[in-house]
């Protein structure tokens, strides 16, 4: 019995080995086979991964290092990319020098367009404004209760911001006789503005002040008979001719 089976053993064997008939007729009678090579990158990228993965999980003895795994991905991303028939570029880069002119084409961009949001904001603002806005002439420039009044009242609300009339330069702010509290303003063409009865003063010697910036707060200081802003012009210098306010600012088109 046992030389029979063992007499059988072999004929078991080739019969499990060799393919069946049956599934050869099946084989020949189903449509051509599906290609697969576009599937092959993935399942061989996908096999050694799981393999390297399982054998870190596992413990196996002569399992891959991490590094020598991370060697096994990228050589296995290598032959999926060559048996897709892709090509490997290299990084786009620049150079350090084509860079730096780079940076320096946009810091010039930005200088050029800063300078010219400054001079259109420079264009945009006004070069002269009358000194309180919404007051009212009380006195003007002339003859005056048997005195000469060099200047213009402009009566307002106690505390009514004050403005420089055009830009320039503080010469004095502080105290002044007659007016409790004075400010004087040198102009480029050499006029000197005065603002005297002003409540506080906002301003200090040195001080540049463009047209339209405030520089007190209305009072009724010193020799006032209510709150207002006396308003000078001196021609030519602190002690130059005191000539018509009315007319200075007419000039530089503003109304009183």
Excluded: C
């Amino acid at each position: 019995m046992a030389a029979r089976s063992a007499q059988e053993a072999p004929t078991d064997l080739l019969q499990t080995v060799r393919p069946s008939r049956t599934a050869g007729v099946r084989s020949r009678r189903r449509g051509p086979a599906t290609p697969v090579t576009g599937r092959r990158p993935a399942l061989l990228l996908s096999a050694l991964l799981s393999g390297g993965l399982v054998a870190a999980v596992l413990g196996i003895p002569g399992a891959p290092s991490a590094s020598a795994e991370a060697t096994s991905v990228v050589e296995a991303q290598a032959l999926l990319t060559a048996d897709a028939g892709l090509e490997l570029k290299p990084q786009a880069s620049i150079t350090v020098a084509e860079a730096q002119v780079r940076l320096q084409e946009v810091a010039a961009s930005r200088a050029a367009r800063a300078e010219a949001e400054a001079a259109a904001a420079e264009a945009a603002r006004p070069k002269a404004v009358l000194p309180v806005n919404g007051a009212r002439l009380t006195s003007g420039y002339g003859s005056r209760w048997g005195t000469f009044h060099y200047g213009i009242d402009l009566a307002a609300p106690m505390r009514t911001p004050e403005y420089a009339a055009v830009d320039g330069v503080v010469l004095r702010a502080g105290s002044a006789s007659g007016f409790g509290l004075a400010v004087y303003i040198l102009h480029d063409n050499g006029d000197v503005t005065v603002y005297g009865h002003m409540d506080s003063i906002l301003v200090k010697p040195g001080q540049y002040v463009e047209a339209g910036e405030t520089i007190a707060l209305l009072g009724n200081r010193g020799q006032s008979t209510g709150p207002h802003l006396h308003f000078e012009v001196h021609k030519g210098g602190e002690d130059g001719e005191r000539i018509n306010p009315v007319g200075w600012l007419s000039a530089r088109g503003v109304q009183v």
